[in-house]
């Protein structure tokens, strides 16, 4: 038992879990972290917090952390504990002797959504500056990465159109996919507060989220379709409004592509995109969906807000492309209380896109086959940026198999837990010579890496975290890192082992080189964020303080584009074997696969994943609440508690995947949205049957 003693000093800095970013106080005693205090001056949370933030911190002085560099010749060997140089030197030499035998492709990086923008940087800089290819991708892949598409098609750039404030001005809310009482609680309280002073609901989801009816709130609708169905759903909504002449033609006229919504409204008009005629694909009563659509586009100030509901699904792109024609259709868009909101699910999920993590794009969204941007950085860099789009995480691992790809570098990622199709992730990794995980713990990816770099935590390190409402938040420096190194530092010593020769002396000398370089965050600096306690890109001579909302005088773009949004079924097909369809979510006190928050020693993290399934479908099965259930699909198994509940329809389950031993993605599938590869999650056909066991 440590002695905390009484607090004597503090920091304010940002929680390390979810895209709210919440601003706390870390209250101190000595280098002692007492405890985490929410701050009264955050802007994003104006001193409210959720249990993680305030408590689970400890996994920092966690015992399985590891602290000192390691390396192995072979995956079979036990590790080495080596110094730092040795490592570094360990792993140089074995990149560079892959570039020399296979060509300057055969490398590539993975970057984090929990680490700072300015680690972001660095490592996909190493990739494109060092390496000398685009082969960069990001754990965004598996979460965001159609938001990123389908707000990029339509409106001109990957981010949310509004501030956290705006919700407080708005009058009709459709929450679709997400579930923000318990994975975005701090803005999930301000959002139930508009409810309670009269906005209406509309809740899309196949579960009944607590937001459908709680003590204090309830929907005006819930459209409870089945999974896979989102893309039909919303084109029925613009079906309505269209059809019962409900479009702000005026917005449209003046702010989109008229030829573009001409045609668009053509799409929407015919009646195989009626209510009625998806009734029976979708599960949602035509006349549930219909009032649905009058309730929206009659409502005044109508906000979308969406989670991993829309985007883990093979038509990910295309919902939220669907999502963003409703807004431009009802001129949602530009002012305060409107506009398209992806709940973003990690801290940093938003700024590692910003950053350039992605294999087609350099910083700030700009495509590498652009000369002009390339040069800018040329110039700054000294070497010739590769015009070709690099690697995705799948295809890396497919070049791996096939032996042309052998060298992985990746910062603060499980891609073994959490991607999809774990057989063959495990198996790309098997082939690669060198792969370097750089983390916190030995984590499931490790198993097959030569070298392992100690990571730093939050509590580590000075830098920035960009949230869901593109607020750039300060990290401070709250104690020294534990492994010696934070982690933006580790990578510049890797690259200088490499022969860089990166300075760096400090992240804000990173972020300066971000604002040099990228438009959209030329007025960030430190001192900046500072003064001003966090500020929202586009932030630059036009907007020196920052953009609360987005696309008020006109889209990024110019011109707001309709996309065509025809409804695809997924290739996932229930049937006799695998007869209900599989969902997934998270719970307010665990975080994804539970790395940090499993960590901590409050008992109130140590629950267990469970399975939810219909009375109906339970009494079909002879299962009884409580019992251990077989979950199994086309992709394997695992066994789970069954809490029988009507939160779900018939014909629908849902569990979470933070425990480890459920290891959810083993039934998941492997396909992925069309156009960004980010895997379908939330559609899996299963089948449940008892067990034998207690
Ligand atoms: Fe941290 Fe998100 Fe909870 Fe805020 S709401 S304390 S950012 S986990």
């Known amino acids: ?88 030197g360990f792993a140089a030499d074995r990149l560079e002797r892959i570039r020399k035998e296979h060509g300057n492709k055969a490398l590539g990086v993975i970057t984090s959504s929990r680490c700072t923008n300015e680690e972001t940087y660095l490592v996909q800089k190493l990739a494109r500056a060092v390496f000398e290819n685009n082969n960069t991708d990001t754990c965004a892949r598996v979460c965001h990465s159609p938001t990123g598409y389908g707000l990029g098609q339509t409106f001109g750039t990957s981010a949310g159109t509004q501030d956290f404030d705006s919700v407080e001005h708005s009058d009709v809310i459709i929450v679709m996919g997400a579930n923000p009482t318990d994975a975005h609680p701090v803005f999930a309280s301000r959002m139930k507060k508009r409810l309670r002073e009269g906005a209406k609901l509309i809740v899309i989801d196949p579960r009944r989220i607590d937001l459908v009816k709680s003590p204090n709130v309830r929907a005006e609708h819930h459209l409870a379709l089945r999974p896979g169905t989102n893309v039909a759903v919303v084109t029925a909504l613009a079906h309505v409004i269209v059809t019962e002449g409900l479009a702000d033609e005026d917005f449209i006229r003046e702010r989109c592509d008229w030829d573009e919504y001409l045609a668009y409204a053509e799409f929407v008009r015919d009646p195989r995109h009626s209510p009625e005629a998806i009734e029976d694909l979708t599960g949602v009563p035509a006349a549930e969906l219909r009032a649905a659509a009058r309730t929206f586009a009659k409502g005044g100030n109508g906000a979308i807000y969406y989670g991993l509901g829309v985007t883990e699904h093979s038509q990910g792109s295309t919902t939220v492309m669907g999502i963003a024609n409703l807004a431009m259709l009802t001129g949602n868009i530009g002012r305060e209380g409107v506009g398209v909101n992806p709940l973003r699910g990690q801290n940093n999920v938003q700024g590692s896109c910003d950053m350039g993590s992605f294999p087609h794009e350099l910083p700030g969204y700009r495509h590498v086959k652009n000369p002009e941007v390339r040069g800018i950085f040329e110039r700054l860099w000294g070497v010739e940026i590769d015009p070709e789009p690099g690697l995705r995480i799948n295809n890396m691992l497919d070049a791996a198999v096939d032996g042309t790809f052998r060298g992985l570098y990746v910062q603060g990622e499980d891609i073994l837990q959490s991607d999809p199709d774990t057989q063959h992730v495990a198996a790309g990794l098997a082939a690669m010579d060198c792969v370097i995980v750089h983390d916190l713990f030995l984590n499931e990816t490790a198993n097959y890496a030569h070298v392992f770099l100690p990571g730093s935590t939050f509590l580590e390190k000075d830098g920035t975290f960009t949230n869901a409402e593109r607020r750039i938040n300060m990290v401070r420096k709250v104690m020294a890192p534990r492994n010696g190194y934070a982690d933006w530092e580790v990578t510049q010593l890797l690259a200088n082992a490499l022969g860089a020769n990166w300075t760096y002396t400090h992240p804000s000398e990173i972020m300066d080189e971000v604002a040099a370089t990228t438009p959209s965050f030329a007025g960030v600096s430190f001192d900046l964020i500072d003064r001003l306690g966090s500020v929202q890109w586009p932030c630059n001579e036009e907007h020196p303080e920052g953009t609360p909302t987005m696309h008020v005088d006109g889209f990024m773009r110019g011109k707001g584009r309709f996309m065509i949004t025809e409804y695809l079924a997924t290739d996932e097909k229930t049937g006799p074997r695998f007869p209900l369809l599989l969902t997934t979510g998270r719970i307010l006190s665990q975080y994804n696969v539970g790395a940090q928050t499993r960590r901590t020693d409050n008992m109130v993290w140590h629950d267990q994943d469970v399975l939810e399934i219909h009375p109906h479908d339970a009494e079909n099965r002879g299962i009884r609440q409580g019992d251990l259930v077989r979950l199994a699909s086309r992709s394997g198994e695992t066994t789970l508690r069954a809490e029988i509940t009507d939160r779900v329809s018939p014909g629908v389950v849902y569990t979470t995947f933070h425990h480890p031993d459920t290891q959810a993605n083993v039934v998941t599938t492997d396909f992925s949205d069309w156009a960004t590869n980010c895997p379908e999650y939330k559609v899996t056909a299963v089948q449940v049957a008892p067990t034998n066991g207690p």
């Open 1 to 88: 038992v440590i002695e905390l003693g009484v607090p004597v000093r503090e920091v304010i800095t940002t929680c390390a879990y979810c895209g709210v970013g919440c601003s706390f106080k870390a209250e101190l005693n000595g280098d002692q972290l007492v405890r985490m205090v929410p701050h009264k001056g955050g802007k994003a949370n104006r001193g409210h917090s959720c249990v993680k933030g305030r408590f689970a911190w400890g996994y920092a002085n966690h015992r399985e952390r590891i602290l000192n560099p390691m390396i192995r010749d072979r995956v079979d060997e036990p590790w080495r504990e080596v110094s730092w140089d040795e490592a570094l």
